[in-house]
């Protein structure tokens, strides 16, 4: 059974930082992209930074140059997000495109959720 464990989150004043991490456990087949959404309170959960086991990336607009994405490493991917607004405040969630098994096409793996609140 495949799951994705996070770790990270909390509260931070505008201007900080806080570094997201998750990692996947279980067994499968391939990895092909790891990253995170967000889900800010009232409205649809949204892109923020994917990479996939190639080193390519993609950023949401909102985020570029202030979040940096890693390398994936060991199954685990690491979120550093400096220069915090109100407007990043929303709930997180890792996720994961991997195949489970050879008999099994690949598919969208989502962690729990962890909630980021940046305010004065």
């Known amino acids: 059974q495949v799951q994705l464990v996070e770790f990270g989150g909390g509260s931070v004043q505008p201007g900080g930082s806080l570094r997201l991490s998750c990692a996947v456990s279980g067994s499968f087949t391939k990895l092909d992209r790891m990253g995170w959404y967000r889900q800010p309170q009232g409205k649809q959960r949204e892109l923020v930074a994917v990479?996939?086991?190639?080193?390519?990336t993609r950023y949401s607009d909102s985020v570029q140059g202030r979040f940096t994405v890693s390398d994936i490493f060991n199954n685990t991917v690491a979120l550093q997000m400096n220069s915090l607004k109100p407007e990043d405040t929303a709930i997180y969630y890792c996720y994961a495109w991997l195949q489970p098994s050879y008999l099994r096409p690949f598919d969208d793996y989502w962690g729990q959720g962890t909630q980021v609140t940046v305010s004065s």
């Open positions: 990479i996939k086991t190639s080193g390519i």
